[in-house]
């Protein structure tokens, strides 16, 4: 397990998202195709979802419904941490996209952040 699997691990902790649904897994496969290839953002019925389908024996439907079902509470309960995930404070659901772009981005940020501040000593 490298640093941005931790760090997806770490913020789908801090959104409440419990790690016993189907959905949770889900949403790390995803992330790690999206880590290899941004452009699935664009291609999540015809690209993503059938390959995380295929790595869990399951079907694209239940992939999509799967990660709907571990987010839909987010925008009801909130996020924990404030300083990365204050972007998806809002009220109504997010679609599937919305919610793994901006995790992605959230993870970059920080990552780079991170980076930086060891580069730079800080």
């Known amino acids: 397990m490298d640093k941005y699997e931790l760090e997806v691990i770490n913020a789908l902790q801090k959104l409440n998202i419990p790690a016993h649904i189907r959905g949770y897994e889900f949403i790390k496969s995803a992330m790690n195709h999206l880590r290899k290839n941004p452009q699935l953002l664009y291609r999540l019925t015809t690209e993503l979802y059938p390959e995380v389908a295929k790595e ?35 009220s109504g659901p997010f679609t599937n996209g919305e919610f793994l772009a901006t995790l992605r981005e959230a993870i970059n940020v920080k990552m780079a952040v991170e980076g930086g501040a060891k580069k730079f000593g800080s």
């Open 56 to 90: 869990h024996g399951s079907s694209p439907s239940r992939v999509e419904r799967g990660i709907r079902t571990a987010i839909d509470p987010i925008g009801a309960i909130g996020v924990k941490d404030e300083t990365v995930f204050q972007v998806l404070r809002r």
